[in-house]
């Protein structure tokens, strides 16, 4: 996915705006992340914090001075008349606030939430002079800065499910340096349990099966704002019934649960419920559980607003992209519901192959490239209806904008075209359209036909993140590497799929092997250079893990992680290596990889026992 590391370049602010014409009612706990997966041991709710807003004096918080948490002028409370401060002091300085919770076992998640406010005298726009660390244990769980400053309160949400079952200290750390304050101001906080009493099914079948989405979306002049309907219908694979699905709306994530990018409303075939994990997920209970073999269909109203900034969901100028716009099932396996948090620092995406067909109504002087095969008809006066159509793909995206297109066909015969923005050169366009063609047909030399038709590039040097990939869709910087990358990914997560969230380098590390691959690269001795940062870092872990180090996600996931493959390719052989990764790609086509069955699929392809190569590699699972 992203071929930048997060970390590489700053992403802009972004500004949302809500879509006030269609509404769904919420509880107050909407804006409360829930739990990842089905619990598996009866839960009982419960807030483990005490006197989480100060109003009850300071027990039994423990500060590091007695005015760290306060009433007096200066700052103000998010609520009541009490909040804690740290720092503010412009010295260098150190304030502690910390309390000893303890975190109920056998819920589906836990979560940590409060209200913080910045304010700093500092001018810099790229040094953390100043910061704030919230811990659990000696486990940094985020950190803030100066960079961080607001106007007002902001509430912040971190999983902390991994601790279920454990007596640990909350903490929180601000640190000033020698001059020009910074304040940390705290309300409001909240360690919250949360999740179904029921045990999850063992049923490890994959559901709901065979998704097939229906859209039909019009847009303001802009092109940024999208009004519409949306339906799917789908089928109960497993032998546990189903009583309710669940939308995944993950790019609520880039706005807030007040105002929110993605908008459902008027649901048919089903009743709606509250929106969950940061209003990224929306259950949906069916009217009548669906037995194994049965079919049903959801519909809703639908509006996208689409907020500024040069991200894979952000309008850059006149350009707009819309990448995970469009509201999804999530997946029911073993695990249960799998309703793991947006991260921005990679991917969360875990979906079942789906057939799409997407109307867009949009003004002629817009182009759209999408997913799938677009065909355009004429609509009202001045606006053009694209319409594509894809079968066995896991998400849709699309552009819009006034790009500059050009287009050509691969050897092997694949449509490709490039889509610019103003600035890009005729000449950058024409090495990534050569670039396109080029590892498309690499790509499938080695793992397998193409099987979407046309495919799309959008083209533009201001994303920050480098590089995305959706199904015959990608974004991308001029970067003959990076589109490798992403055109890579249409067989590692498009037709390979995997749980992005909990096994990351299943796309990751395969797409950047792939990408050596193609680009000639051997990885030699690559190896040599690993240095593991600890004990407890693993080229398979999941990415609550990395969004905890994001600094490592990138060097591990891909770096160790293609590292790893070429090791695995010097031990099989060349020949046996290709086979693998041709014969496992044909038996995951459209289907769902996991670690375990890779770690299989390998042994069976040598007679050197690989025991001790997982354990090098910190390959797990």
Wanted: include cysteine; aromatic fraction near 10%; charge should be negative.
């Amino acid at each position: 996915m992203r071929s930048t590391p997060h970390r590489a370049l700053g992403a802009g602010a972004l500004t949302v705006a809500a879509l006030a014409a269609l509404s769904l009612p919420t509880s107050p706990a909407a804006a409360q992340p829930t739990a990842r997966h089905s619990a598996a041991a009866t839960c009982t709710p419960a807030q483990v914090v005490a006197n989480g807003g100060f109003e009850s004096g300071t027990s039994p918080w423990s500060q590091s001075s007695s005015t760290v948490i306060t009433s007096r002028s200066g700052q103000s409370a998010h609520g009541g008349s009490s909040y804690a401060w740290l720092d503010g002091v412009g010295s260098t300085h150190t304030d502690t606030l910390s309390q000893s919770v303890t975190i109920p076992a056998g819920c589906a998640g836990a979560t940590l939430t409060f209200w913080l406010h910045i304010d700093t005298d500092e001018r810099t726009s790229s040094v953390a002079y100043d910061r704030l660390t919230a811990k659990i244990g000696t486990t940094t769980l985020a950190t803030y800065s100066n960079l961080d400053d607001t106007t007002g309160y902001v509430q912040k949400s971190l999983d902390v499910s991994a601790f279920a079952g454990q007596s640990v200290n909350l903490s929180f750390t601000g640190t000033e340096d020698s001059s020009l304050q910074t304040s940390f101001v705290l309300d409001d906080i909240a360690l919250a349990t949360s999740g179904d009493t029921t045990p999850p099914t063992t049923d490890a079948t994959r559901t709901p099966a065979a998704p097939s989405y229906t859209v039909n979306l019009s847009s303001d002049t802009s092109g940024t704002v999208w009004t519409g309907h949306e339906s799917v219908s789908f089928t109960n694979a497993s032998a546990t019934a189903l009583s309710e699905v669940y939308l995944r709306l993950w790019d609520n994530y880039h706005g807030t649960c007040d105002a929110m990018p993605i908008r459902v409303s008027n649901v048919t075939g089903g009743t709606a419920g509250a929106l969950s994990v940061n209003c990224t997920a929306l259950k949906i209970d069916l009217p009548n559980p669906l037995n194994q073999g049965q079919s049903a269909t959801i519909g809703f109203d639908l509006g996208i607003t689409v907020p500024s900034g040069a991200d894979r969901f952000g309008h850059d100028g006149a350009y707009s992209f819309i990448g995970n716009a469009l509201p999804v099932l999530a997946v029911r396996d073993s695990a249960g519901w799998h309703l793991d948090p947006y991260t921005n620092n990679g991917e969360s995406f875990y979906s079942l192959a789906a057939d799409f067909k997407v109307t867009l109504d949009h003004p002629s002087s817009l182009l759209v490239p999408a997913t799938g095969t677009s065909t355009d008809t004429p609509g009202s006066s001045g606006r053009t209806v694209t319409t594509a159509t894809t079968a066995k793909v896991r998400d849709f995206a699309w552009a819009a904008g006034p790009f500059t297109k050009i287009s050509g066909i691969s050897t092997a015969g694949v449509p490709i075209a490039v889509y610019s923005v103003a600035g890009i050169s005729s000449s950058s366009a024409q090495s990534m359209l050569s670039t396109a063609k080029s590892a498309v047909d690499a790509h499938a030399s080695r793992f397998g036909a193409y099987p979407y038709g046309e495919l799309d590039a959008v083209i533009d040097n201001n994303y920050w993140f480098g590089g995305m990939e959706y199904p015959g869709f990608v974004l991308d910087l001029v970067s003959t590497t990076a589109l490798t990358h992403e055109i890579g990914h249409q067989w590692w997560y498009g037709i390979v799929g995997d749980d992005e969230y909990n096994s990351p380098w299943l796309d990751e590390a395969f797409t950047d092997y792939a990408t050596d691959l193609a680009l000639g690269k051997t990885g030699s001795n690559c190896w040599s250079g690993v240095s593991w940062a600890s004990s407890t870092e693993k080229i398979t872990n999941s990415m609550a893990y990395w969004d905890a180090h994001s600094s490592r996600y990138s060097t591990v996931v891909y770096g160790y992680g293609k590292c790893a493959l070429h090791d695995l390719r010097r031990v099989l052989g060349d020949t046996a290596m290709a086979k693998l990764l041709k014969d496992y790609a044909a038996a995951h086509w459209y289907g769902v990889s996991t670690t375990a069955e890779f770690k299989a699929a390998a042994q069976a392809a040598t007679s050197t026992d690989l025991t001790s190569f997982w354990s090098q590699h910190r390959i797990e699972g």
